[in-house]
């Protein structure tokens, strides 16, 4: 079930319907995305009856919409740590989804953001509490919404609002409680396609109660699917060891493993490979002012990383993407930064690099001269999201191109494959 990788996102803003016409809809959404980055709560207050009033928003016919711009107003209550509005403006969203929504979104960022994990626990709860008092209310469901389909995507909700509080009672030692609750979010769920976070999270409160054979029989699991993280396999080795009896006998059995898997990775990524054509050449400065040509790297395997400060899948897999480079000394890494909109770009680029010791083989991707939405390399590659990896080979040719990002070992296989493959060419 695909849809579950994506789920959270979707859940984060349930409905945004817009009811306005066509040509006042990007105006609306720009004006609303306006709020979403206002750092004053009261200012926001303004934006959102301006809102309703400029687009003349009904509170019955544009519920929802309303719900949304309440929703934004609490959370930039939060941001603050003015608590005591952040539940009264919550507490006006007229749709429980859509307050479930925002509620989560806000433990999530009280965890994630400020570390107040008592707060977040308490909204946690809140939020699982609301969920599981009209999962099954049929006057929950939206007007124009399927009923097929709401119940598929309550069923769904599930996942996101009990792992969160799983996750906010974890980090506060209630390691027995969040199994609980964990097993809530993940019931019948196949392993193969939960994210990565969720594994990690479920194996370590397993592993806090003392379930050890349990949290060997996923690892390997996820292990023989080629989706584990870092972290997971670090957790198999040594449970491997004191399962098998020695490191030696562990790593003959977990390379066993990934004998099969790149294998069957290796058979896939040559369906893959792109047309013999030209990589698109350029010439870029990195964030130390190293002029960096792709003329120049010919005789070497290129891999190009399209990432931005602002892209969480691209920041989470930056230790797969330090393993592989370490891994390969011989293949070129260049970290494209994409998307970096504002003046202070680069600046902020150059800051994010070394305070979180990213790869200082770093280099900006400018917008167009004559479109600023437009990355003139990103574009130049057809990246239509990112994290996005371009493999060229030692002629010069792009043989690759993949898009996204799931899980570490994922990742690294993928890559393993593409640039064995580009060597050969």
Not at 15 to 28: G, H
Not at 70 to 87: I, P, R, T
Request: charged share 25%; aromatic share 8%.
């Amino acid at each position: 079930m695909k849809t579950i990788k994506t789920l959270l996102l979707v859940i984060m803003i349930f409905c945004i319907s817009w009811t306005a016409s066509a040509q006042n809809k990007e105006t609306m959404v720009s004006r609303l995305q306006a709020m979403h980055k206002e750092t004053d709560p009261e200012k926001n207050v303004i934006a959102m009856k301006r809102i309703i009033k400029d687009f003349k928003l009904d509170g019955i016919k544009n519920a929802e919409d309303i719900d949304v711009l309440k929703g934004e107003v609490a959370l930039s209550y939060l941001n603050v740590n003015a608590f005591q509005k952040f539940e009264a403006y919550i507490s006006l969203v007229k749709n429980k989804f859509n307050q479930t929504s925002y509620l989560n979104i806000a433990a999530i960022n009280l965890m994630k953001k400020t570390g107040n994990t008592d707060y977040a626990e308490k909204i946690a709860k809140k939020t699982v509490e609301l969920y599981d008092s009209f999962k099954n209310e049929p006057s929950a469901r939206p007007s124009g919404f399927d009923r097929d389909d709401w119940n598929r995507f309550m069923t769904m909700s599930a996942y996101p609002y009990y792992e969160t509080y799983a996750a906010a009672l974890h980090v506060n030692g209630k390691d027995k409680e969040a199994l609980l609750y964990e097993e809530k979010a993940i019931k019948g769920q196949d392993l193969n396609d939960l994210l990565q976070s969720s594994v990690e999270l479920y194996t370590a409160l397993l592993q806090s109660q003392g379930q050890e054979d349990k949290v060997y029989d996923v690892l390997l699991k996820m292990a023989k699917f080629g989706k584990s993280s870092l972290k997971m396999n670090d957790q198999l080795k040594a449970l491997s060891v004191k399962k098998t009896g020695s490191e030696a006998n562990a790593s003959l059995l977990l390379d066993s493993i990934q004998r099969n898997i790149s294998k069957t990775y290796r058979t896939e990524t040559e369906k893959k490979m792109m047309a013999n054509a030209d990589a698109h050449d350029f010439n870029l400065k990195d964030i130390n002012g190293k002029n960096i040509s792709l003329f120049d790297l010919k005789g070497k395997v290129v891999v190009l990383d399209f990432w931005a400060t602002w892209c969480a899948p691209c920041i989470a897999s930056m230790p797969a993407m330090e393993k592989i480079t370490k891994e390969h000394p011989e293949v070129v890494f260049l970290f494209i930064a994409t998307q970096e909109t504002g003046t202070d770009a680069e600046t902020r680029v150059r800051s994010y690099v070394k305070t979180h010791n990213f790869p200082e083989n770093a280099l900006m991707d400018f917008p167009s001269p004559t479109n600023p939405k437009i990355f003139s390399l990103a574009a130049s590659y057809k990246i239509t999201g990112i994290p996005a990896k371009v493999i060229i080979d030692p002629h010069g040719r792009e043989r690759f191109l993949t898009q996204g990002y799931t899980s570490d070992t994922e990742l690294i296989n993928e890559l393993e494959a593409m640039i064995a493959i580009a060597k050969e060419q």
